[in-house]
């Protein structure tokens, strides 16, 4: 198999596996805090045992700058994790992972914002494109069926989750050089850090099933994911990576209609595709007025 074959299987599977988080999350029936703290144990666990493999255990591995970068990303990871967790009750697997899929519009907006980027037009139209999404997911609030409780503030803490993995990935960006794996085992020993004081240790979870769950999360979903992840980033170019992550919200889409039955609604519908669409086009660096993309859309039949 050529690397470049092989990066596309890994991305695949990663991208595979991050879409059913959501399903062990919700099956797993525990506190939102419970759950990011032991896929936080389970995963540094894992991590120990791949950064050792590597020989990245070592003095001097991080310096004092990389370290404490490396701990304020981990703030805004956990925050992530915990917002967009507590968002699947609220507003649905499939809605809360699409509105997640803002991320790229997060990082531009901060891209502007801290280190005066510039807003081009096309940014600007695939935000307009991505805003019109936004606002078709919550005018479909009031007929959303079984989508859960507070349908608003799960919207909201999915766009608070988009905020926070932007912010981990610009911190990421200043660490060019670490070893990603080094990175993650940082953020996820913050993790533990931070929620230790507010997980329920005193009652642990029971049950062979619920340990199972959460040491899927911490091994599969942040472990295994993470390796397969960077591989397939130093394998492919960005704009196949790009496309390949989308993956993610598609499978999310089909576990939360298959597992938990949860029909959308036609706004959500097409709020979702917009979403989806404008993030691919920032992502994948589409210009809809130029060529090839204006040939294609001339030969396109008329309704």
Wanted: charge should be positive; proline fraction near 4%; include cysteine.
């Amino acid at each position: 198999m050529t690397d470049h074959r092989r990066g596309v299987a890994e991305m695949t599977a990663a991208m595979t596996i991050s879409g059913t988080i959501g399903w062990f999350v919700v099956r797993s029936g525990q506190p939102v805090m419970d759950v990011v703290f032991w896929r936080c144990v389970f995963g540094a666990a894992t991590l120990l045992i791949v950064c050792g493999a590597l020989g990245l255990l070592r003095r001097g591995a991080l310096t004092g700058r990389q370290l404490a970068l490396a701990a304020i990303g981990g703030v805004a990871v956990v925050l992530n994790w915990l917002l967009l967790f507590s968002a699947y009750s609220r507003a649905s697997i499939s809605v809360a992972t699409v509105v997640y899929n803002t991320q790229p519009f997060m990082l531009v907006g901060l891209g502007a914002l801290l280190f005066a980027e510039r807003l081009t037009v096309t940014k600007l139209f695939w935000l307009a494109i991505s805003f019109t999404g936004m606002v078709l997911i919550v005018q479909a609030k009031p007929g959303a069926g079984a989508v859960g409780t507070d349908y608003l503030a799960g919207v909201a803490m999915a766009l608070g989750a988009a905020f926070f993995y932007a912010l981990a990935a610009i911190v990421a960006k200043a660490l060019k050089g670490v070893a990603p794996y080094l990175i993650v085992l940082v953020q996820v020993l913050v993790g533990i850090a931070m929620l230790s004081p507010f997980a329920s240790l005193a009652q642990l979870p029971a049950g062979a099933e619920t340990w199972a769950l959460l040491g899927t999360l911490g091994i599969l979903h942040t472990g295994l994911m993470f390796v397969l992840l960077y591989m397939a980033i130093q394998r492919l170019p960005t704009t196949l990576t790009g496309a390949l992550s989308f993956i993610y919200p598609i499978v999310a889409i089909v576990v939360d209609l298959t597992a938990f039955g949860h029909q959308p609604q036609l706004l959500q519908i097409v709020g979702a595709a917009a979403i989806l669409i404008a993030a691919a086009g920032m992502t994948l660096g589409w210009v809809p007025w130029r060529r090839p993309y204006a040939t294609i859309v001339a030969r396109l039949p008329a309704e």
